[in-house]
């Protein structure tokens, strides 16, 4: 044992993960008193987890996991001199765009374990959204196909499927006649490197009516067609 400067005592040498007794004494005139004894369990290092990974990231957002539930997390901007300040949550968010973030781990400590050494991964967030683009503009369309193009000079794609598929030549073929289609658009954008931009409001755009002529012309050249082939047999 040693004493300290501020009239406490040091206990050193001991073991790991054993409970002690300690009493305390006092002499006055003689007589000596003793307290009851007070029993004290050396708590037991821990390894640090492994380091979380990341699972989403946006440019405002940073989700991780890490190998057990076990964990608490801090995140600071790489550089800082903040204060770690540790929670259970493994999201981040209303964070910088195109910022490195340091995403700390550690397990805390409890009754048995002292609280561990963190370990750190470095995430950066992505570019920001450009934004909400505006509703496509037709160009151009018949009986079959539609042709849109963009409401601004940035560069945009397009969809006629809620946005299943995309489109950069705004040229849709293949369609019914006189069938209404819903048009949205939305700004390029690199994946894994840019949050994608907000989906424009729906513009309903609705091919031509086939004319008589061209349709008796049609069926005619199809029937043309099939007596050739009955000939040929």
């Not at 004493?3 to 006055?28: H, M, P, Q, R, W």
């Not at 945009?156 to 073929?173: A, Y």
């Not at 069938?179 to 031509?208: C, H, M, N, W």
């Amino acid at each position: 044992t040693s004493s300290l400067a501020d009239g406490s005592t040091k206990f050193g040498n001991l073991v790991a993960g054993a409970s002690y007794e300690i009493t305390a004494k006092i002499v006055v005139a003689g007589i000596e008193f003793k307290s009851e004894p007070a029993k004290a369990t050396l708590k037991l290092a821990q390894n640090s987890p492994a380091a979380p990974i990341p699972t989403k990231v946006t440019g405002s957002s940073i989700e991780v996991k890490a190998a057990d539930n076990a964990v608490v997390y801090a995140c600071v901007v790489k550089g800082s001199a903040e204060e770690l300040v540790w929670v259970e949550e493994n999201v981040f968010e209303d964070l910088a765009s195109e910022t490195t973030y340091v995403i700390y781990a550690k397990y805390p400590a409890n009754d048995t374990y002292l609280e561990s050494a963190p370990v750190y991964i470095e995430v950066t967030t992505l570019k920001a959204s450009a934004g909400i683009a505006p509703q496509p503009v037709l160009l151009d369309k018949n009986s079959t196909s539609i042709k849109v193009g963009a409401g601004d000079d940035k560069a945009t794609e397009f969809s006629i499927d809620g946005g299943k598929t995309w489109n950069k030549t705004g040229l849709f073929t293949g369609l019914t006649e006189n069938t209404k289609y819903d048009f949205v658009a939305r700004y390029v954008f690199e994946e894994g490197k840019q949050d994608p931009s907000g989906i424009s409001e729906t513009r309903e755009l609705t091919t031509k009516l086939q004319s008589t002529s061209a349709h008796s012309q049609s069926q005619q050249t199809a029937r043309f067609m099939q007596r050739a082939h009955s000939a040929s047999a």
